[in-house]
């Protein structure tokens, strides 16, 4: 599986983003994954 990184998030973004993923019970990275897969409609 590819990997990547992102650098310079906003604080206020990183913040909000573990917010919702402590919320959703997922991981920081699990989250980011399901967060661009709706924003980019992406169906398996």
């Known amino acids: 599986m590819p990997f990547l990184q992102v650098r310079n998030i906003p604080e206020e973004l990183y913040e909000k983003l573990t917010q919702t993923a402590k919320a959703d019970k997922r991981t920081i990275a699990e989250e980011t994954i399901f967060l661009l897969r ?3 409609n992406f169906q398996e």
């Open 38 to 40: 709706k924003a980019l």
